[in-house]
């Protein structure tokens, strides 16, 4: 089986930045797509980021374009997710997930939870002033 254990996260200031990192442990192939999600109370689990196997394309949420980076380690079978510019809004439980289906992304599916089939206990980020 594949274990994901994410870690990084913690509290920043509005404008800060902070740096998530997910090890892989286990049989992981590493032609799937990894993806992150995060989840606020009372909110549905969102879509923030994948990247494939190499970083030529990559895809994020809305909400966090042009703020957060993600990238890949294949050789340490590590995801990392680079925020910067912190909004108050970003405070969310943060997931790393592995896609389902290795190879090339398929935009249309990226955002649909059920289209992962393992995920990290979560990381927490909190931005407050």
């Known amino acids: 089986q594949v274990q994901l254990v994410e870690s990084g996260g913690g509290e920043a200031r509005p404008g800060g930045s902070l740096r998530l990192s997910c090890a892989a442990s286990?049989?992981?192939?590493?032609?799937?797509?990894m993806g992150w999600f995060r989840q606020a109370p009372g909110k549905e689990r969102e879509f923030v980021a994948i990247i494939p196997t190499s970083s030529q394309t990559t895809y994020y949420g809305d909400s966090v374009k042009g703020r957060f980076t993600v990238s890949r380690d294949n050789a340490r079978k590590t995801l990392y997710l680079e925020m910067n510019n912190l909004k108050p809004e970003d405070t969310a439980l943060y997931y790393c997930?592995?896609?389902?289906?290795?190879?090339?992304?398929?935009?249309?599916?990226?955002?649909?939870?059920?289209?992962?089939?393992?995920w990290g206990q979560g990381t927490q980020v909190t931005v407050s002033a």
């Open positions: 997930a592995k896609f389902k289906t290795p190879g090339v992304i398929d935009p249309l599916r990226i955002a649909d939870p059920e289209q992962y089939d393992a």
């Open positions: 286990g049989r992981v192939p590493m032609s799937y797509p």
